[in-house]
């Protein structure tokens, strides 16, 4: 089933959902800031537009409510966690549609994604609000930002890269699927290098030291990462704008449908995770939310993913898809998502959730 290829106005739900999807970019924003003071000779030729942009990415980054830091982030996109659990149901839905329906059943399949839809609208409306409207605002608006600089041709000639399309739609759409890694590679071999030359020092409070760029990217990553922000950010926000449900959802299912796609295919090594503390490290926050906890609860938030991050407990799957687990995320409890406790890692159920 083909999806809806326009780009609507999104709901705040789903430009807080795209904005933490691509989090890892607001991160490579801010190291850009920092290899902007330590390389200046490469960014001679950086329009003061883009320059002040870098300077305010390394000075003004947690000291302003359009420039929240990556704990005032997190604290924004913890209101995900109720959200992916209504979804849940809404991509089994589009599941079992695609993949399932034959005449006899196809009208039933479409009133049961109705129901799902209508059941994620009616606790989504429960969240919002000025605090929803505010979280989506100041992430969005960090995040718009950093793509500004990744589409300065100037700044990306620092790295011998061509820069992303000037594209608004970019990075839900278009090319520049390389970019992230290749920026990525050359941060970290720039910051071995000073880390082994033992330079150069920051002593200014206001200039702290860059964070080391350790998420993993690759170009079919990064297209994943594309699909499920884009078809995410589009279902949740069709679901929301549609009251009446349409008489034929298509294009809803549609969307629901490759966003359910673009998430099995993005589920990390669950068993790695546990026990590789680099690759643990690398993920992605939308990779780290579908990590199940380890079976022996035994995973502490200084282990899982660095201090100040709160580890759950629940894990919600779809069909091999884990919809919302540990990670920043908190997975509330809905009538969709049981009590039940098992050990089984990716269950294959119909139309609801299950603890793991």
């Not at 000075?59 to 966690?81: M, Y």
């Not at 993913?305 to 091999?320: M, Q």
């Amino acid at each position: 089933m083909a999806a809806s290829l326009e780009t609507p106005v999104l709901h705040p739900i789903g430009e807080l959902y795209k904005s933490w999807v691509f989090n890892f970019m607001v991160d490579i924003a801010c190291a850009i800031s920092h290899d902007f003071i330590d390389r200046p000779q490469q960014y001679q030729k950086v329009p003061k537009q883009t320059s002040d942009l870098l300077t305010a990415f390394r000075s003004t980054t947690g000291l302003h409510p359009d420039w929240p830091d990556e704990n005032q982030r997190r604290a924004h996109f913890k209101v995900l966690g109720a959200a992916s659990m209504a979804a849940a149901p809404l991509r089994e839905s589009a599941l079992a549609y695609v993949e399932d329906a034959t005449e006899m059943n196809r009208g039933f399949l479409t009133d049961a994604f109705r129901d799902a839809a209508g059941s994620f609208r009616s606790q989504t409306k429960s969240i919002e609000g000025q605090s929803l409207d505010i979280s989506a605002s100041q992430t969005s608006s960090i995040f718009k930002n950093a793509i500004k600089i990744f589409q300065n041709e100037e700044t990306m000639g620092a790295f011998g890269l061509a820069p992303a399309p000037q594209d608004e739609n970019w990075p839900l759409t278009g090319e520049g699927t390389q970019l992230s890694t290749e920026l990525i590679r050359a941060l970290e071999a720039g910051n071995t290098v000073r880390h082994l030359l033992g330079g150069p020092k920051r002593d200014a409070a206001i200039s702290p030291e860059p964070k080391l760029m350790q998420v993993s990217m690759s170009q079919n990553k990064f297209i994943l990462l594309q699909q499920a922000a884009r078809y995410g950010a589009l279902a949740m926000s069709g679901t929301m704008a549609d009251e009446h449900l349409q008489e034929q959802p298509t294009a809803l299912i549609g969307n629901a449908y490759q966003w359910a796609k673009a998430l099995q295919k993005l589920i990390p090594d669950v068993v790695r995770v546990w026990k590789d503390p680099t690759y643990r490290a690398r993920l992605t926050d939308l990779e780290w939310g579908m990590v199940a906890p380890h079976p022996a609860e035994a995973v502490s938030p200084d282990i899982a993913g660095g201090p100040g991050l709160i580890v759950g407990r629940s894990t919600a799957t779809v069909r091999g898809e884990v919809c919302c687990s540990t990670g920043d995320l908190i997975c509330a409890s809905t009538s969709n998502c049981g009590p039940q406790r098992t050990w089984e890692l990716f269950c294959i159920i119909s139309l609801w959730c299950r603890e793991v």
